[in-house]
């Protein structure tokens, strides 16, 4: 079964139907997933649409996160943000462009106003800022504060109806175990649209999942909602339920395409237990970072790139504190890095890729490494 939006034709982000990897409100341990996450057959370059007429007001770039990213404010106010991009429409991208060389910054965010037509590319999916490639989709009301379900906009096709696996108790309550699935196969565990849990005809909990706070410090309140127990299994979500449970008792879970599961509950005995506070590891790095042979290649863009490969003595990934390019003039040159593609990247598009490029680059407890590069 397919979910209809209440506009006259669905909003598709990507142009084409993409199925969902990840929806609104999913537990990201303290925070909620406060948009979707759409398939892009792991794959870059996807031309991301304009909802509708109207503005990209904000973008930046970033090597965590949400990576790349722009927000776009539509016709109706509200605001749509499109991160993990690979590129920006060539109109932004000038922009970023310039205020990269200008701050000598590879990461740098830009307020701005630039008009786009409904249907317009705005930018290219991409994988910055996390593991693999895909769309994240957040859609706000117009002053930021509110995460809006975009499935209401959108056609978030969901085939699969939750899965209600089991309740205990918690606190002065219970929890109930519930987990979906978009479609076949079940690889990416998704949270439910509502919850309504009846004690005989009476109802005595009901959720709805159309909208979240947005400022931080309502989204950590995640604990009295969605809980972190300890539990092998990590794909599915404990609700908490603030009411006495006893017999009786049953769930009604439903997912964005409509599809219901109703079961009797039997609550376990043994009361659940939240995660102890995760502590922060402290690497200590003591040898530079070095790096590998270097190469050139063409993204699907069609920009000519120099690829570096870092090797880092923690992780062999990248973790080094700062990274500075300079051609011959000592003029600061354009580069690009991934937390997790282990390589720098430099564009051919501020120097001459037959001169050298020097670059200085430090671990964490800076160690640096100074050395010049040629691409060829
Ligand atoms: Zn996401």
Redesign the pocket.
């Known amino acids: 079964m397919a979910f209809f939006a209440e506009a006259a034709s669905p909003y598709l982000p990507l142009g084409k139907t993409a199925y969902l990897t ?1 929806s609104f409100g999913e537990s990201r341990g303290t925070r909620y ?1 406060a ?1 979707i ?1 759409l398939s892009t057959n792991m794959e870059e370059g996807w031309p991301v649409l304009a909802p509708s007429d109207g503005a990209v007001e904000f973008a930046a770039r970033g090597a965590f996160g949400y990576g790349r990213h722009i927000k776009f404010k539509a016709k109706d106010e509200h605001i749509w943000l499109f ?1 993990h991009l690979s590129e920006f429409s060539p109109k932004i991208d000038s922009l970023i462009h310039r205020e990269m060389l200008k701050k000598e910054k590879a990461n740098v965010h830009l307020s701005l106003k630039l008009r786009f037509k409904k249907g317009d590319t705005l930018a290219y999916s991409g994988s910055t800022g996390i593991g693999n490639p895909h769309l ?1 989709v957040e859609r706000r009301t117009s002053n930021g504060k509110v995460a809006l379900n975009p499935c209401k906009m959108m056609q978030c096709t969901d085939t699969i109806a939750p899965y209600i696996l089991d309740a205990a108790p918690f606190d002065s309550g219970f929890a109930i175990k519930i987990v979906d699935y978009s479609r076949e196969p079940l690889e990416n565990p998704m949270s439910v649209y509502s919850l309504d849990v009846f004690q005989g005809k009476k109802l005595i909990f009901s959720k709805k999942y159309d909208s979240l706070p947005f400022a931080p410090d309502k989204m950590a309140k995640i604990k009295e909602d969605l809980l972190n127990v300890q539990d092998p299994d990590t794909v599915s979500d404990w609700h908490f339920i603030k009411a006495k449970g006893g017999k009786n008792i049953m769930a009604v879970a439903k997912d964005f395409a409509n599809n219901v599961s109703k079961k009797e509950l039997v609550i376990r005995s043994d009361s659940l237990k939240l995660k102890d506070k995760d502590t922060a590891i402290v690497f200590l790095d003591t040898v530079p970072p070095s790096l590998g042979k270097v190469f050139l290649k063409t993204d699907f863009a069609g920009k000519v790139q120099c690829r570096i490969p870092v090797l880092d003595s923690l992780a062999g990934g990248l973790d080094f504190d700062s990274v500075d390019f300079r051609d011959k003039n000592g003029k600061w040159v354009i580069f690009d890095f991934h937390y997790n593609t282990k390589e720098l990247l430099v564009e051919k598009r501020d120097f001459d890729f037959k001169e050298p490029l020097s670059l200085k680059l430090c671990g964490k407890t800076k160690a640096c490494k100074e050395e010049k590069i040629k691409c060829e």
């Open positions: 990840s997933h948009g996450d991160a994240h």
